[in-house]
């Protein structure tokens, strides 16, 4: 792990450790935007009532997120094929991908 000082043109010093995690960089604010718009409009239950934005945290089980999971990629694949797939289908990847990660990570 290589550390060492920055030096500003202020002349202020910064740790310049190239090991610190980057998330700007590691995400897009494009695609969170998009993701967050998919899940706020799935959060109306078919009953009209609508569910806590964090609500998958209460837990998912495995084989319900890797069914869905199939199911979007499936179209998604199919659709690719034929040069449309849709941004929802690609969301709701990252949804289940992520309620899986989150549960093996808890």
């Not at 920055?6 to 700007?24: I, S």
Request: proline share 2%.
């Amino acid at each position: 792990m290589a550390s060492y000082m920055k030096e500003f043109e202020t002349g202020a010093y910064r740790d310049a450790n190239d090991d610190k995690l980057d998330y700007e960089g590691f995400l897009s604010p494009l695609v969170l935007e998009r993701y967050a718009q998919y899940m706020h409009k799935n959060r109306r239950q078919s009953n009209g009532e609508w569910r806590a934005s964090d609500n998958w945290q209460l837990g998912i089980p495995l084989e319900n997120y890797m069914k869905s999971l199939w199911r979007h990629f499936m179209a998604v694949w199919k659709g690719h094929r034929k040069g449309e797939y849709s941004e929802d289908d690609l969301c709701a990847i990252i949804f289940n991908a992520s309620g899986m990660l989150h549960e093996r990570l808890r």
